[in-house]
């Protein structure tokens, strides 16, 4: 079965550090995600991706993140100056995006297993 | 923001049905209430969707009240596995609202 596979796994880090969070999403799929949970926290949106750029951030994603597409298969979170309070596990998401008659539709989101992000 | 409102915990004996409820009663018409899991740690599993009609996966049924108001997900044999915190969630499906947001959903605990 298709999934979405994150690197790495959990990655130490300095405060102000940069850190690269990596993502293949499912291969056929069109929009992509990322979200966070800090511990015992809810999951939240950060930012959605299509057709080469954001579609949607909340205010969680500042000038500190960005995100990529750099190549076919690869979609990456970059937080460019860790802050303690950037600990967290941080989820990949994609899901299908077509047409359903005229109107452009998303399908259902399926989830990585996450990066957790220590900030130290 | 969750439009949602679930019950914070709930039990349920292993090999029973697993019924856990949710309100939605501010949902638009063109918005499908979606339902995920979380264990543990883990990255949020799918489960099941549906729009008004009851559906049936695999994994769980989903029963939707004709007002669309509430909604129920059934696991119909709960498994130690099945434990874990389940979220409700109404999203549209075009761009702009395609976007899944979280609550603090059920947790679900099956004891054996």
């Known amino acids: 079965e298709p999934e979405v596979t994150q690197t790495p796994s959990h990655q130490v880090t300095q405060m102000g550090q940069e850190v690269i969070l990596r993502c293949v999403p499912i291969?056929?799929?069109?929009?992509f995600y990322w979200y966070r949970q800090i511990l015992g926290q809810k999951v939240e949106f950060l930012v959605s991706?299509?057709?080469?750029?954001?579609?949607?951030k909340s205010e969680i994603f500042d000038d500190q993140f960005s995100v990529e597409r750099p190549d076919g298969s690869n979609f990456t979170l970059k937080i460019r100056s860790t802050k303690l309070e950037d600990s967290a596990m941080y989820f990949c998401?994609?899901?299908?995006?077509?047409?359903?008659?005229?109107?452009?539709?998303?399908?259902?989101?399926?989830f990585g297993e996450g990066s957790r992000l220590t900030v130290l | 923001d969750a439009k949602t409102t679930q019950p914070t915990s709930m039990d349920c004996a292993e090999g029973r049905a697993a019924n856990l409820p949710c309100n939605h009663s501010?949902?638009?018409?063109?918005?499908?209430v979606y339902w995920y899991r979380q264990i543990h740690s883990q990255g949020p599993q799918y489960i099941i969707h549906g729009l008004k009609n009851n559906e049936t996966n695999e994994m769980a049924s989903l029963i939707i009240t004709e007002d669309r108001k509430s909604s129920t997900l059934i696991l119909p044999h709960a498994t130690l596995r099945d434990t874990a915190v389940y979220y409700c969630?109404?999203?549209?499906?075009?761009?702009?609202?395609?976007?899944?947001?979280f609550g603090t959903g059920t947790r679900l605990t099956v004891i054996p």
């Open positions: 991706f299509y057709n080469n750029e954001i579609s949607e």
């Open positions: 969630i109404v999203r549209g499906r075009w761009a702009g609202a395609n976007n899944l947001f």
């Open positions: 998401a994609s899901s299908e995006a077509g047409t359903s008659g005229s109107i452009f539709t998303t399908g259902e989101l399926f």
């Open positions: 501010t949902i638009s018409g063109n918005e499908y």
């Open positions: 291969s056929n799929h069109l929009y």
